[in-house]
């Protein structure tokens, strides 16, 4: 079975060859998850296919947005690799459900076709059952919200940049340390 032979309906269980170790069916190809990090697999076969066509639907989107949004969706608790998101992508391009548009520095825009509008619709109540699935475990997972990881990450990512490949001076030590701190204060004042 090629890619443009997948069944119109596409929650169900298909067969392809996997990307991932080459033999057929294995449940390891496009739309299988993975990234659980020995939780057991995120989604079943399919799925993954209609939540990014869900989320190509709310607006166009770069495949690393994606795996951002399924990320934040999820509660930070998953994220999908590329290995897995651009093959799924490149489905649905082929399928005819998304389209591509090449923009600056060779990033690629993706965007929900009206035959992928119609295929969402088919499939519209497991889309519905897949969102409660991921929002009842995001809600089950303690800790800060990944919005929260995520500025606390671009902050220490912002200090290491800034001191890296050069000797920090006393002024510059002051000065980073300081907008630490007043990002620290900022948070408690809240």
């Avoid at 294995?26 to 057991?40: D, F, I, L, N």
């Avoid at 992928?116 to 991921?134: E, K, M, S, T, Y």
């Avoid at 809600?139 to 995520?150: K, Y």
């Avoid at 990450?153 to 907008?179: C, F, K, M, W, Y």
């Amino acid at each position: 079975m090629s890619r443009r032979d997948v069944p119109e309906t596409l929650n169900g269980p298909t067969s392809w060859d996997c990307f991932g170790c080459g033999r057929r069916g294995c449940g390891r190809g496009p739309g299988a998850g993975g990234g659980g990090r020995g939780r057991g697999r995120m989604f079943d076969n399919g799925d993954l296919r209609l939540v990014v066509m869900q989320l190509l639907s709310e607006r166009p989107r770069h495949g690393y947005e994606i795996i951002k949004a399924l990320e934040e969706r999820v509660g930070g608790g998953y994220s999908p690799s590329p290995g897995v998101v651009y093959p799924t992508l490149t489905l649905l391009e082929e399928l005819g459900h998304a389209s591509v548009t090449d923009e600056r520095a060779g990033r690629r825009l993706y965007t929900l076709t009206q035959d992928g509008h119609a295929a969402l619709a088919v499939n519209q109540p497991a889309i519905d059952a897949i969102f409660a699935r991921l929002e009842s475990g995001a809600a089950a997972r303690s800790g800060p919200p990944p919005q929260v990881v995520r500025a606390m990450e671009n902050l220490t990512a912002s200090v290491r940049l800034r001191l890296q490949g050069q000797p920090a001076d006393e002024a510059l030590t002051r000065a980073i340390a300081a907008a630490v701190d007043a990002a620290a204060r900022a948070v408690e004042d809240i």
